[in-house]
């Protein structure tokens, strides 16, 4: 993904811009994201953390850790709960729900992750490499 993306919640009170290569597109079945999203999975786009420009609302976010993990936080708008992205500062990179861009993505999804904590409901079956954990 080299061209800019912009984003927000579904309220507008949180809005970003994204630009550069996109490091992965992974689709996250692990039970967290999916309580988290309220779906059968979590499409996330990894990019490096200056990537991200807050344009508005920054003040607007809330977050939340989930006490027994060391990476999990969500973070949301404090106004209408959608999850917004998240920075993973031990790797250097910003989590971005990709439901919340206003444009498609170039990257397409390129895996499912923690696929045995899939929902026999969910989605599945559309050819993309399954890890039950994060890959290599």
């Known amino acids: 993904m080299t ?3 912009q984003g927000s919640c579904l309220c507008g ?9 996109a490091i992965r597109f992974r689709h996250c079945h692990c039970k967290r994201c999916r309580k ?7 499409s996330n786009l990894l990019i490096k953390s200056e ?16 006490p ?12 209408c709960g959608s999850p917004l992205p998240s920075e993973i500062e031990s790797m250097g990179a910003v ?3 990709a439901g919340l861009l206003d444009t498609e993505p170039v990257m397409q999804p390129q ?26």
Do not use: M
């Not at 009170?13 to 290569?21: A, L, R, Y």
């Not at 990537?51 to 989930?66: E, M, R």
């Not at 929902?119 to 559309?126: E, K």
């Open 95 to 97: 989590l971005i729900p």
């Open 36 to 42: 988290s999203t309220g779906t059968g999975h979590a």
């Open 13 to 21: 009170e949180v809005s970003f811009e994204i630009q550069g290569e």
């Open 68 to 79: 027994e993990s060391k990476h999990f936080t969500r973070h949301f708008c404090t106004t």
């Open 51 to 66: 990537g991200i420009t807050w344009i508005k609302g920054v003040d607007n976010q809330g977050a939340y850790t989930v």
């Open 111 to 136: 895996s499912r992750i923690f696929q045995n904590s899939r929902a026999s409901w969910s989605c599945y079956g559309d050819g993309l490499p399954c890890f039950d954990e994060y890959p290599d």
């Open 3 to 5: 061209t800019k993306h």
